[in-house]
């Protein structure tokens, strides 16, 4: 039967409490991990429930157009059809969404340069 004697090893005062920061600087490290996966568990779950909230409107949505659809008379002559979808394909849409940002842009320069005049009066 071997006998086990403890071993006791001297350290610096200075070293302990350097060792001894360093071990709760790490719990702490370990502990703010672990608040940012609850946090990121939390918003993954919102982000999920939002997520079939939106697959569901959709899906009423869609379903709407299509009694929406039904509803609307309907064209005999493919032609007109066709102009229909032309129409619609070449709506200016897009450059009126790039007219509303580059109003967006003027403003937010013109804010820049009001703010820019303030500061120098302000010196």
């Known amino acids: 039967m071997t006998i086990k004697t403890a071993v006791h090893v001297q350290i610096d005062y200075s070293d302990a409490i350097s060792a001894k920061r360093n071990v709760l600087g790490c719990k702490v490290s370990l502990l703010e991990v672990l608040q940012h996966i ?63 940002e580059k109003t967006k842009s003027l403003s937010i320069d013109r804010e820049i340069s009001d703010i820019k005049r303030q500061l120098e009066m302000l010196e």
């Open 38 to 100: 609850k946090n990121y568990k939390r918003v993954r779950k919102e982000e999920m429930l939002l997520k079939s909230r939106l697959k569901s409107q959709l899906n009423d949505f869609v379903i709407e157009i299509g009694r929406v659809e039904q509803e609307l008379p309907s064209l005999k002559e493919e032609g007109s059809i066709k102009l229909l979808k032309e129409a619609i394909r070449t709506e200016k849409m897009p450059a009126g969404m790039a007219k509303g």
